[in-house]
């Protein structure tokens, strides 16, 4: 009979439960996965300019990250300040909070580049350096998500990638939803 879970094992099961569940996205890849790290990578080309893309991305975050995927299931407490040293972050209530990421580059409409443990993976000793890049695609935007991830986790990190990228797969989808609703003009008639 194993142990019960330790509080963090309990904590990560329960916020990585819902992408167990998921589909993934078309293009979505866990590029590699071992007991002591993963990557995982994700690409979309979105209907809307570069421009637009990126604020929708860092402005309006709060607009298509699921709540399901925060610490306080409210969308609205997270944001993203843009500039090195910024975050992505998310608020408890006045002087209370999470950096979810730190920002350590920022190229605006090019490139955001984030370190640390995303959601669950902040309760693990792992880190990790997720990037955001944007380009023009068409008349379109190409965005492509990389994380990579490394550290230890007594299951090993290989166990949980696959909700990992469920879970970006998720997020990218619908920022892709949400930047194509926010760029649409509307019709003369």
């Known amino acids: 009979m194993r142990p019960s879970k330790r509080p963090t094992e309990a904590i990560c099961a329960a916020l990585l439960a819902p992408a167990l569940a998921a589909t993934w996205p078309a293009a979505a890849e866990v590029v590699d996965a071992a007991a002591n790290g993963f990557t995982v990578k994700h690409r979309v080309v979105i209907a809307a300019g570069r421009d637009a893309v990126y604020r929708t991305a860092v402005d309006n975050i709060d607009a298509w990250w699921h709540p399901d995927h925060t610490m306080t299931g409210v969308a609205e ?83 949980i990638a696959p909700a990992v990228d469920a879970v970006l797969g998720t997020q990218l989808e619908r920022l892709k939803a949400q930047a194509e609703r926010a760029g649409q003009v509307p019709q003369a008639n």
């Open 77 to 159: 407490n997270l944001y993203i300040k843009a500039f090195p040293g910024g975050c992505f972050c998310e608020t408890f209530g006045p002087d209370a909070g999470l950096v979810h990421l730190s920002l350590t580059f920022v190229n605006p409409g090019v490139m955001l580049r984030f370190t640390g443990g995303l959601g669950p993976l902040g309760l693990m000793g792992v880190n990790g350096n997720m990037t955001w890049e944007f380009a023009d695609a068409g008349g379109g935007t190409e965005v492509v998500w990389h994380y990579a991830v490394g550290g230890y986790s007594a299951d090993g990190l290989d166990t």
